[in-house]
């Protein structure tokens, strides 16, 4: 039947070798020890469901089993361990016993992780006899951010509108959302900021309440919870208060009461996580107040309630030099300011999910506060749901640098997880790229986007190779030849695009409001940082943003082995160039070539490598199913076309500053 992405890399079709569907059989006659704990019955579902489907034979769930064996057991053990090591409440192992396969963590959901792992190791055909393996998360909140808003749309969301229903809810429970749980938690996300960060009010008023309520009534067997973004001035809006004051008394309790009120209807609310003072959204700041006095505030109204707030360092104002270093400036001297249920939720880069950002020095800056990593799932500057882009490779970036904080090692990961500032909580966001299509992301990829998200929450140290990998396998085919390719078209795919869009480290020179296509020549909008011209500063001499001492010196805020490393224009890498560094168009760089050879050669064989992304995904056509890589290679062939489009907008653009011919081996633009 022709696969319409619905079920993701949950499918589940029959192996069709018969001999290994016997031998995974072997291991796998039955299920038991679900009891009635409704997340291990997820799980015990999940694996009926799954081994099912995979081995062509219905897998019974037995309540008891008595001497039988053969089967897989699943047991929470307040004692488990993973040989040495002690498993984390989420932490799970899986191990043979006496012919049996154990499924075993200290708690339910650790168990249900379990369930979903020897899933992965069916369908990825891994062997599950004389299994033994365990995986502890090293992040805490591993959440996926949803930008949907109350009206059903989705800011910067290309797969449709939103998945959430609100007029059906709370009485009509979409079954999408129990396959979306399913999707979650076998990647190990376990918690879900409901809607926009710009939010409405409405969301904290008893109604709204109540259909949240219902959603997480659905998320909770599948061991998420959900937060909410919210409004600041909500005690005005919808509380009839004349001031929205952090340390007004009113103000306090109005939060307070709400506080009771959400956790009176959902039990395990997971927290606030709030924009202010950011893009026009009100915030303490508009009452002469800190976004610490905002978040503290906020943080005490929980009270005794098992929450968090997320506060969000995305701001920057116009006209106050540059954005680079604005966050930095409001939030770093406010470190060790904060209440010990708050978490500073920081972009992964300074400006706006470029292509391709430097990490954001925050990091490293700030050890009194857990931070929070927050990256973008959804491609809002990364070519919407056309392009192919696989962000394994991003996100893994930036949980590599290393901050230096505490020494050389101090990635971006270790500061997030905690480990350098021996912070005990720490969480992760993505902002979501799901929506209401068939297939849930748009793009077919964008999935694997999803995907890798979580894994790499849950285990920054995996390779993104081996997640696009495991996806692929999951997901379009185990044929090996076929996933050798497909592995490579992912790995390799960001690359490409920062290529053929903004390459040696030129960023925010697209379309104005839309995000989408070249805008390099947009002088004039709302505000200066909201233009082209501000970050690429392109004249007669060079190009690029000159960030060390003798421009706006934000390299400063970074510490100086890293400065070191990005201060010289001679050693700074070519991916992080035009961050830094207003460079001369002859210059010579590493590469041979002078600064404009390589940024037109860059924009030639970056727009062309669509070309073999287009081979490689024609090759693998005979093992796909036609449907889907019909869909693929569409829009494979718009964005080839788009990628021309870049290529030529910015290198004629840029051409008028660097006044010279192409170089030679480059064909002229058609
Ligand atoms: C970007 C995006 C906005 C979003 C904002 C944010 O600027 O374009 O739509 O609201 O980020 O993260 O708050």
New binding site residues.
Partial sequence: RADDGYRLWLKYDRIADAAARQQYLRNAQFITGAGTSPVLQAASGELQRGLSGLLGQAVPALATVSTRTGGIVLRVDKQASAGEQPLKAEGYRLFSEKNNLVITGRTDQAVLYGAFALLRQVQTRQPLAGLNISSNPRINFRLLNH?DNQNGTV??GYAGSSIWQWYELPERLDPRYTDYARANASVGINGVVINN??ASARYLTAEYIGKVASVAGVLRPYGQRVYMSVFWAAPKVIGGLKTADPLDPAVKQWWATKSDEIYKAIPDFGGFLV?AN??GEPGPQDYNRTHADGANMLAQSLGRHDGVVMW?A?VYKAGSGDRFAQAFEDFQPLDGKFDPKVLVQV?NGPI??QAREPFHPLFGAMPKTPLVLEVQLTQ?YLGFATHLVYLGPLIKEVLEADTYAEGPGSTVAKVVDGTVDNHALSAIAG?ANIGSDRNWTGHPVGQANWYAFGRLAWDHTLSPAAIAQEWTKMTLTTEPAAVRTLTDMLVRSRNIYVRYTTPLGLHHIMGESI?FGPQPWLAKSGRPDWTAVYYHKADSIGLGFDRTATGSNALALYKPEVQKQWGNPQTCPLDYLLWFHHVGWNQRLPTGRTLWNELATRYYTGADSVLWLQKQWAQVRPQLDPALHADVAARLQTQRKEALWWRDACVLYFQTYARQPLPAPLAPPT
């Fill in positions: 930008w800011e910067r960060v710009n924009k950011s893009e969000r995305f972009k706006d999910f809002e902002v995000h």
